[in-house]
């Protein structure tokens, strides 16, 4: 199992570009969530999913698109990057939203200029 | 909203020093805790977990917590710590059997000098 897999690993774009970081878990999970870490506040939850076809917003949404298609898949979109956007993305999945362990992914180190 | 803290930002120890890393959290219902550990250039992992039962908890490494309800807290110890315990520390909350609000410390900083 590659567990969670997150691409790319560096991104850097202008303000106002878009992009969208991938996500992808082979554990069959259906919970799976997007969060940010930023120097000094940690871990903050900006979307998450509790399986296909259903996504809702967690505490950082503003600026930030999700789908999910699949059971794997959970791309996160950046519609127009604001500097204020820069931080180290990770995704997560856990078998259901049940309190169970989640795994993180490597992570995405993304820089707005 | 609930929140999390941390009392160290960074925390530096010799090797065979004990450890402990406080947390407190902010949250009136039951709630699951974590710590998770993030080392240099790696991705965060799961050092243990309280959901229930015993409020001391065992985790990898000889790491464990104990989780005192009445002061809202879940500290982190290892009675001797190596270098490769030099990495950051997570504590983190959320409601019972509901992921969606997880709530993460800031994180401690750990330097083991050799």
């Known amino acids: 199992n590659a567990g969670v897999t997150q691409t790319p690993k560096f991104q850097v774009l202008k303000t106002g570009q878009s992009m969208t970081l991938q996500c992808a878990q082979d554990?069959?999970?259906?919970?799976m969530s997007w969060y940010r870490q930023d120097p000094g506040m940690g871990l903050r939850l900006i979307h998450y999913?509790?399986?296909?076809?259903?996504?809702d917003q967690g505490e950082v949404p503003n600026g930030y698109n999700v789908s999910r298609s699949t059971t794997e898949d959970f791309p996160l979109r950046l519609l127009s990057a604001a500097p204020s956007q820069t931080s180290v993305y990770f995704c997560a999945s856990s078998r259901a939203s049940g309190g169970n362990e989640q795994f993180f992914g490597p992570g995405t180190r993304l820089t707005v200029l | 909203a609930q929140s999390v803290s941390q009392h160290n930002h960074h925390v530096i120890l010799s090797e065979a020093a004990s450890l402990e890393l406080g947390c407190n959290y902010s949250?009136?219902?039951?709630?699951?805790l974590f710590w998770y550990v993030q080392y240099p250039g790696q991705h965060l992992q799961l050092l243990l977990k309280y959901f229930s039962g015993d409020p001391l908890v065992k985790g990898i490494k000889g790491f464990e917590a104990e989780f005192i309800k009445s002061k809202f807290s879940f500290n982190l110890r290892k009675p001797s710590v190596q270098w490769s315990d030099t990495a950051e520390y997570f504590c983190a909350v959320n409601r019972l059997y509901n992921n969606n609000d997880m709530r993460f410390g800031a994180g401690t900083r750990l330097t083991v000098k050799p």
């Open positions: 949250y009136g219902g039951t709630v699951n």
């Open positions: 554990m069959n999970h259906e919970y």
């Open positions: 999913s509790v399986g296909a076809g259903i996504t």
